[in-house]
């Protein structure tokens, strides 16, 4: 199945280099974490209180929100292009710190942004055709049996599209990390013949990210710092696997390499 080959190369492409993904991420990913402590223990209690509805709004609150923001989209880009760069051009990270290609990674955000918009898009319109379904299911019913097909019917009709759309598109962000750009008509075209392989491959992310999920989920205690420390390897592993997976469709089937 091709698309298990695709997902089994992309962690291969992560723990067979794992110094060099440490290299490429770890500093980075630790600055990510960091300031997330820092706005969660100065405003979590706020945090916690505007989810039960309107509330004050803590002096410094957005401040520091702003500054969580610009870290975690700087870094997240930054370790995006310079994995893609070091897997497809093979150039060499630093001892602590990937080298920092300003214009690659403009691109890549904007190319992002964009990329958000579409997906954002198509993702409203499934959303309403997701609660329509599930009206007409459930017809207001409130059982467990009713959480079990809405989560089903999400995960059909809402999530697995969209990864399929974004797998399909996805090309055009390692072409923005090595400098050559790509249309999103041009990945359209190019993972076309791939529909198949890539509807496996968002099957087999999604399976993957709702097993991975489960110790948590098990873990009646989200505030233990096992589940803390679990989270945030975790969501380490998903976001290299996940560029990784992005690499190796751009790597197969934009300059056909083999898995």
């Known amino acids: 199945m091709q698309g298990w080959k695709i997902f089994t190369h992309s ?21 990510q974490i960091a300031v997330g402590y820092v706005f969660i223990s100065q405003f979590g209690d706020a945090m916690q209180q505007m989810q039960k509805g309107p509330g004050m709004i803590p002096p410094g ?3 520091v929100w702003l500054l969580l923001m610009i870290v975690t989209v700087v870094t997240s880009l930054w370790i995006a292009v310079a994995w893609h760069r070091y897997i497809l051009l093979e150039e060499t990270p630093g001892a602590v710190l990937p080298p920092f290609h300003a214009s690659q990674i403009l691109r890549y955000f904007q190319v992002s942004f964009l990329l958000g918009l579409i997906l954002g898009l198509v993702g409203f319109v499934l959303g309403f055709v997701s609660a329509f379904l599930i009206a007409i299911l459930l017809g207001g019913s409130t ?33 923005a990390a090595v400098g050559e750009p790509m249309t999103f008509s041009e990945a359209m075209k190019v993972t076309a013949p791939a529909s198949g392989v890539i509807f496996q491959l968002a099957i087999i992310g999604i399976l993957a990210g709702i097993l991975l999920q489960l110790p948590s989920m098990m873990n009646p205690n989200k505030a233990s710092l096992i589940n803390i420390v679990y989270s945030d390897v975790l969501g380490w592993i998903y976001m290299m696997v996940g560029i990784s997976i992005l690499t190796t469709i751009y790597g197969h089937y934009v300059q056909g390499r083999e898995l």
Do not use: D, K, T
Request: charged share 5%.
């Open 61 to 63: 609150f957005w401040g």
């Open 143 to 175: 059982s467990p049996a009713a959480g079990i097909v809405s989560m089903l019917v999400f995960l059909v009709v809402v999530l697995g599209p969209l990864v399929y759309l974004f797998y399909r598109l996805s090309p055009v962000l390692p072409a």
């Open 11 to 31: 962690l291969r492409m992560v723990f067979g280099n794992l110094g060099a993904a440490f290299r490429v991420s770890l500093v980075l990913y630790l600055a």
